[in-house]
């Protein structure tokens, strides 16, 4: 079993930055792809970014391209999500997810059914 545990999250100005953690831990963890993905109240989950666990392959949701950057350490089990320029428009629970393996082609790094593990979420919040 995975489990997902992320950190990070918090109020921020908008103009600010944040960078949130994604630890995971279980027996063996050898995912196919890590992503992020959020929820805002009264929304729809939506995919923010993914990366492939070999570092090979991202991606990103065109309202983050250029703002944000998700790397990963594999010593650490660790994925990351920095996030610059905030906007009000970020705010929502961001989720950490993980692709056991691979679905298909990397057009389904940006869906939901892959990802078979998910964190319990950390606010973020943008103020304006």
């Known amino acids: 079993q995975v489990q997902l545990v992320e950190s990070g999250g918090g109020l921020v100005q908008a103009g600010g930055s944040l960078r949130l953690s994604c630890s995971a831990s279980g027996r063996t963890f050898s995912p196919y792809a890590m992503g992020w993905f959020r929820q805002a109240p009264g929304k729809e989950r939506e995919f923010v970014s993914a990366i492939v666990w070999s570092g090979a392959i991202t991606s990103y949701a065109d309202s983050v391209k250029g703002r944000f950057t998700i790397s990963r350490d594999n010593a650490k089990n660790t994925v990351y999500l920095d996030m610059n320029n905030l906007k009000p428009e970020d705010t929502a629970v961001y989720y950490c997810?993980?692709?056991?393996?691979?679905?298909?082609?990397?057009?389904?790094?940006?869906?939901?059914?892959?990802?078979?593990?998910w964190g319990q979420g950390t606010q973020v919040t943008v103020s304006s």
């Open positions: 997810a993980a692709a056991s393996n691979r679905y298909g082609s990397t057009y389904w790094l940006s869906k939901l059914q892959p990802y078979n593990y």
